[in-house]
C-alpha cells in the first residue's frame, strides 16, 4: 500500500505493521563504533532515504540492540502534543502536519513508536523550509543539543546526517559534530526496491550484505533489498485548508 488518504486507512495500516522479530546480522567492529560514539558523545546518527518501509524495524532494531530509549526524528516539532497524545491513547493522528507524504513519517513508524518501552521522543525540524538548507540543518542540530536527551538515536534524512560539509550545504550531522568530536554517523545503504515519497519511487542500490557492519571505514545498515512504505499523504489542496495557507 503506498499514500493513504484517511484516518481509518492510517490506523488500519499501523496496526496490521509487524514490528516483532526483526533483526540483522551484526559486526562486532561496528556495533563498538556505534556504542563509542553513544558514550563519548551521547548520540548517534542514522540517515535514511525517506518513505522506505524498513526504516521504521531498523530504527527499532538499533535502539533495542544499543539498549536506548530516547529517539529523535526529523518530524516537525510542533507534533509533539499529537505523538504524546497518540502515545498515551492512540490519538491524534488527524493534524496535518502528519499527512505530508515526504515519507518521513509512515505507519511502520507509529507501530514502531508504540513497539518501544516507555520512549522519549524529540521532535528537531522546525516546520516548512524557509530556502536556506543550511540554516535549518545548523537550526535541527542546534535543537538536538538543547534538548538534552543523551544517549539517543538521533534519525534524519540522509543528507543531513552526513558529519562533513557537501555540495549542498553545512549537514546537521557536521554541526553536531563539530560540539561533539566523537560522534559517529550510520548510513542506510540500500539496494534494491521501492519507496513513496509524494509519489511512489523506484531505486536500483549497490547490492550489500545486510546488517550493521564498516564499509570502506564507514558504519553502515546494510539493506539489499526493501520496500516502499505507507505513508499518510493529503492532497494538496486539502493540506493547504487544513493548514490555512
Excluded at 497524545?85 to 509512515?106: F, I, N
Excluded at 536556506?132 to 538534552?148: E, P
Excluded at 558529519?163 to 546537521?172: C, F, I, N, V
Excluded at 540500500?190 to 558504519?219: C, K, M
Aim: overall charge negative; hydrophobic content about 45%; charged content about 20%.
Amino acid at each position: 500500500m503506498p499514500g493513504v488518504e484517511t484516518l481509518d486507512g492510517l490506523i488500519e495500516a499501523v496496526a496490521e505493521f509487524r514490528t516483532d522479530d526483526y533483526a540483522l546480522p551484526v559486526e562486532r567492529a561496528a556495533l563498538d563504533r556505534a556504542r563509542r560514539s553513544l558514550e563519548k558523545s551521547g548520540l548517534l546518527l542514522l540517515g535514511e532515504v525517506h518513505g522506505v518501509r524498513e526504516n521504521p524495524l531498523i530504527v527499532l532494531w538499533l535502539m533495542r540492540t544499543l539498549g536506548l530509549s530516547n529517539l529523535a526524528l526529523e518530524w516537525p516539532e510542533n507534533l509533539k502534543p499529537q505523538l504524546d497524545r497518540y502515545l498515551a491513547d492512540g490519538s491524534g493522528l488527524d493534524h496535518p502536519l502528519w499527512w505530508l507524504g515526504d515519507g518521513r513519517v509512515t505507519a511502520g513508524h507509529f507501530a514502531m513508536l508504540k513497539a518501544l518501552d516507555k520512549p522519549t521522543v524529540t521532535l528537531f525540524d522546525g516546520g516548512m523550509f524557509t530556502g536556506d538548507w543550511s540554516q535549518r540543518d545548523a537550526v535541527m542540530a542546534q535543537r538536538v543539543l538543547t534538548a538534552h536527551i543523551e544517549p539517543a538515536l538521533v534519525v534524519a534524512g540522509n543528507a543531513h546526517t552526513l558529519t562533513s560539509p557537501t555540495e549542498l550545504g553545512l549537514p546537521m550531522g557536521a554541526c553536531l559534530a563539530s560540539a561533539r568530536s566523537a560522534l559517529e554517523s550510520v548510513r542506510i545503504a540500500y539496494g534494491v526496491g521501492s519507496f513513496y515519497n509524494i509519489t511512489p519511487r523506484q531505486s536500483r542500490g549497490h547490492a550489500t550484505a545486510a546488517g550493521l557492519r564498516v564499509l570502506d571505514e564507514e558504519l553502515i545498515v546494510g539493506l539489499p533489498e526493501f520496500g516502499e512504505a505507507t505513508v499518510p499523504h493529503l492532497p494538496v489542496e486539502l493540506l493547504r485548508e487544513r493548514l490555512n495557507l
